[in-house]
């Protein structure tokens, strides 16, 4: 009914680039997938959750103090994808990413499907 699989992720030395995708399938993104916020979380090793970044359905970009400047969302919705270019990678950047769709509020679909959707998430290392 609705999947979203993460894609994109390795290992890059400081500085470098890396551009994460978030595809979305199934009859809920299929149907709704341009009215939902996307977001990108990311979890460090013995650290909590946090999120990265998030576009609205006007592609309105909200960002993490940590990486304005560095990181870029955006989505293609014929495509039904978010992405993520991050550059200027930093040690600190190193995580596994997840992209997120919260439609604990959608009132559009049945109330079993109104919850949050994750996706497995991909790992970001840098690192020389």
């Known amino acids: 009914q609705a999947q979203l699989v993460e894609s994109g992720g390795g290992l890059v030395q400081p500085g470098g680039s890396l551009r994460l995708s978030c595809a979305a399938s199934?009859?809920?993104?299929?149907?709704?997938?341009?009215?939902?916020?996307l977001y990108w979380y990311r979890q460090a090793p013995g650290k909590q959750r946090e999120l990265v970044a998030a576009?609205?359905?006007?592609?309105?970009?909200n960002y993490a103090d940590s990486v304005k400047g560095r990181f870029t969302i955006s989505r293609d919705n014929a495509k039904r994808t978010a992405s993520l270019q991050m550059n200027s990678l930093k040690p600190e950047d190193t995580a596994v990413y997840y992209c997120?769709?919260?439609?604990?509020?959608?009132?559009?679909?049945?109330?079993?499907?109104?919850?949050?959707?994750w996706g497995q998430g991909t790992q970001v290392t840098v690192s020389s």
């Open positions: 199934g009859i809920i993104f299929s149907s709704f997938f341009n009215s939902f916020t």
């Open positions: 576009i609205n359905s006007a592609a309105s970009p």
């Open positions: 997120n769709v919260d439609a604990t509020q959608f009132e559009y679909i049945g109330s079993p499907l109104r919850k949050n959707y």
